[in-house]
C-alpha cells in the first residue's frame, strides 16, 4: 500500500517549524555544541594536514603523520595568539597617541553637522561608562579561556578516539550497501570543509599580502598587523570583505592629515577585494561547495544568531554538513537541492571519491579487509 501524500503546505510548515525549533535548542546548548563544533572543525582540518604531511614526506609515515600534525598546528595557534597579544599591545598604544588628531577629525565632522560645542574623545569615552562593562569584559575572557579548554578536551578525544569510529560503522550499518552510502557522504562531508579551508586559506593570503603591499606603499602603521586581521577575517563570509575594505582606510583618517592616503587605500583594498572574490575565488573554488549564494548569506546570520562569532565562522562548513545529511534521505533531499547552487547536492565536485585517502572509515568490515598494499 502506498504512503499518503504530504501537501506540500504541511510540508514546508514542517520545515519552517523544525528550523525553528533546531535553532533554538542548538542556541540553548551553546555552550556545548560550540566547543564541540570548532573541535570537529579543528579535527578535520589536522586530519587533512596528516594526510598531506604523510603523501608529501615520504619519510613521514601513517602513523607518524597525525602527531606531528598536531605538534605543527598547536605552534601554528600558540604563534598567531602571541603575536596578536603583541601587536594589540602596541595598537592601544598608538590609538593612545593618537587622540589629538582623533579630537581634530571629530571637530571637523561636527562641524560639517552644525554641532558648536564638539565633544572630545575622553568626553565621549566617559560617556560610554566604561567600568560598567568591565565586568562584561571579564566574563567573556573567562568564558572564552573555558570554551578554549572545552575545545582542547573535545579534540583530544576526538582523535584519540578516531580508530574506533570504522567498527561503529560497521556496527551501525551491518549491510555493504548501507556503509558505503555512509562513507561516500563522509567522504563528502570531509572533502568539502577541507576544499572550503584551502580555498579561503589560499585566497585569504592573497589579499593579506596585497593589502599589507598597498597599507606599505602609502605608510600606514601596523600594517602587517591590519593585514593578519585581514587574512583572519577572510574566514567569515562577508564581514571579512567588509573589514577588508573599511578598517584600514578608517585607521588611515586617524593617522594622516590628508585625505588621499584614506581614499587610495579604499579603492585599492576594495579593488583587490572584488579580483579575489569574483575571478580568483570562483576559479580556484569552482564548484566544489556547489552552495548557492543566497544560501551562504542567509547561514552566516542564522549561525550568527545561534552560536555567535563562532557560528559565523563555521557558517559554510556547517552548511555544507547539513546539506549533503539532508541529500542521502528521500523526504528531506528537496530541501538539500534548494540549498545547492545548481540543484545537485549529492554530486561531489572537483574531487573523485576513488582517488581520496583513505578517510578512517572503511566500507569492508575489518575482518575482510585486504592488506593494503
Known amino acids: 500500500m502506498p504512503a ?35 573541535a570537529l572543525f579543528l579535527a578535520v582540518m589536522i586530519d587533512g594536514f596528516a594526510r598531506v604531511l604523510e603523501h608529501r614526506l615520504p619519510v613521514v609515515s601513517r602513523r607518524a603523520a597525525t602527531p606531528l600534525a598536531v605538534i605543527l598546528s598547536a605552534l601554528l595557534f600558540g ?5 596578536i597579544a603583541d601587536n594589540a599591545t602596541s595598537f592601544a598604544g598608538q590609538l593612545v597617541a593618537y587622540t589629538p588628531k582623533l579630537n581634530g577629525l571629530i571637530a571637523r565632522v561636527a562641524d ?27 566574563k567573556g575572557l573567562q568564558s ?44 563528502r562531508i570531509r572533502n ?17 599580502v596585497a593589502s599589507w603591499i ?62 579575489v572574490g569574483n575571478i580568483v575565488q570562483p576559479r580556484m573554488q569552482g ?26 565562522f563555521l557558517s559554510t562548513p556547517l552548511t555544507v554538513m547539513i546539506m549533503i545529511i539532508l541529500a542521502q534521505f528521500d523526504g528531506t533531499r528537496w530541501v538539500a537541492v534548494l540549498l545547492s547552487a545548481d540543484g545537485d547536492p549529492a554530486q561531489l565536485r572537483n574531487r573523485n571519491l576513488d582517488e581520496t585517502p583513505d578517510a578512517g572509515i572503511s566500507a569492508e568490515p575489518a575482518g575482510r579487509r585486504t592488506k593494503r598494499s
Open 214 to 275: 598597498a597599507m606599505m606603499v602609502v605608510g600606514l602603521d601596523n600594517a602587517l598587523f591590519w593585514a593578519f586581521l585581514i587574512f583572519i577575517a577572510s574566514y567569515i563570509p562577508v564581514i571579512g570583505g567588509v573589514l577588508a575594505v573599511a578598517a584600514p582606510p578608517i585607521f588611515a583618517l586617524v593617522q594622516f592629515d590628508t585625505l588621499w592616503q584614506a581614499v587610495t587605500l579604499f579603492f585599492v583594498l576594495q579593488a583587490i577585494g572584488m579580483f
Open 112 to 138: 560639517q553637522m552644525g554641532v558648536a560645542v564638539p565633544p572630545t574623545v575622553s568626553q565621549l569615552f566617559l560617556q560610554l561608562n566604561p567600568a560598567s562593562y568591565l565586568g562584561q569584559v571579564a
Open 4 to 38: 499518503p501524500a504530504v501537501d506540500t503546505v504541511s510540508r514546508n510548515a514542517l520545515v519552517i517549524l523544525v528550523v525553528i525549533a533546531g535553532g533554538a535548542t542548538l542556541h540553548w546548548l551553546a555552550n556545548i555544541l560550540t566547543p564541540l563544533a570548532l
Open 79 to 83: 604563534g598567531t595568539a602571541l603575536f
Open 144 to 187: 572564552f579561556a573555558a570554551a578554549a579548554a572545552f575545545v582542547l578536551v573535545y579534540l583530544g578525544f576526538l582523535i584519540a578516539s578516531r580508530r574506533g569510529w570504522e567498527r561503529k560503522a560497521v556496527g551501525v550499518f551491518p549491510l555493504r550497501e548501507e556503509r558505503q552510502e555512509a562513507v561516500s557522504a563522509f567522504l
Open 287 to 312: 564548484r566544489s561547495l556547489n552552495i548557492d549564494p543566497v544560501v551562504v548569506l542567509l547561514a552566516l546570520a542564522f549561525w550568527g544568531a545561534v552560536w555567535g562569532l563562532a557560528g559565523a
Open 192 to 208: 568539502g570543509v577541507e576544499q572550503y579551508l584551502w580555498v579561503q586559506t589560499v585566497t585569504g593570503l592573497m589579499i593579506a
